[in-house]
């Protein structure tokens, strides 16, 4: 039972450039959430998809797009890529509201 | 806007203490709230959790303790140990269907227990 699967673990981008982060699950969760945490800080919500079929905006959605492609995956994907989202990216689902989340392991993204 | 935050970013105790860590909500339509313990480089993990029509929770070692009157909630751990250090959250997320599906974390506060 792997739960909560991103890939890639690190990516080093450079400005302008574009890449996708993946996020699958296997606990047959129904919502799955995005989230950036720059160091010392807490976790920002981007996007997050309710159900399969629907996704919302977060916190700071701006420079993001997202695709619940099934109900096992949710990908995060950076148009261009700028110095600011330099982060680590977490992904999280969650089997309904009322529930506790879990987390994947994050992806640590560089942009230079 | 709506937010989660905590009162203090760190906290430092002796190991056997009791720690107190503390959590501020701002939107009074919150209504269930959880807590996540966060070691350095890994992922949140859960802790504990607690709906608006509780106003404690206890789990092993670990107390919820919710006031709607102030929005404020806190998590105590007893008999703290070095392996409790870590960051913790506090977040907020409706399990109503009128709330949404969001959650939304505070800021954190670094917990450190010393041997």
């Known amino acids: 039972n792997a739960g909560v699967t991103q890939t890639p673990k690190f990516q080093v981008l450079k400005t302008g450039q574009s890449m996708t982060l993946q996020c699958a699950q296997d606990?047959?969760?129904?919502?799955m959430y995005w989230y950036r945490q720059d160091p010392g800080m807490g976790l920002r919500l981007i996007y997050y998809?309710?159900?399969?079929?629907?996704?919302d905006k977060g916190e700071v959605p701006n420079g993001y797009n997202v695709s619940r492609l099934n109900k096992r995956e949710f990908s995060l994907r950076l148009e261009s890529a700028a110095p600011s989202q330099t982060s680590v990216y977490f992904c999280?689902?969650?089997?309904?509201?009322?529930?506790?989340?879990?987390f994947g392991q994050g992806t640590r993204l560089t942009v230079v | 806007g709506e937010s989660v935050g905590l009162h203090l970013p760190t906290l430092s105790v002796q190991e056997g203490d009791n720690s107190i860590i503390n959590c501020a909500y701002s939107n009074s339509a919150s209504d269930y709230f959880i807590w996540y313990k966060q070691e350095s480089g890994k992922g949140p993990q859960f802790i504990i959790d607690?709906?608006?029509?509780?106003d404690k929770r206890q789990g092993q070692r670990v107390t919820v303790l919710l006031n709607k009157t102030v929005k404020h909630l806190s998590l105590q751990i007893a008999a703290t140990q070095p392996g409790d250090s870590a960051v913790y959250f506090c977040?907020?997320?409706?399990?109503?269907?009128?709330?949404?599906?969001?959650?939304?974390f505070g800021e954190g506060t670094q917990l450190t227990v010393n041997p």
């Open positions: 977040a907020e997320g409706g399990f109503q269907e009128t709330s949404g599906s969001r959650l939304t």
């Open positions: 606990m047959n969760h129904n919502s």
């Open positions: 999280a689902s969650r089997r309904d509201r009322g529930t506790e989340a879990f």
């Open positions: 607690i709906r608006s029509n509780m």
């Open positions: 998809s309710a159900s399969e079929g629907t996704t």
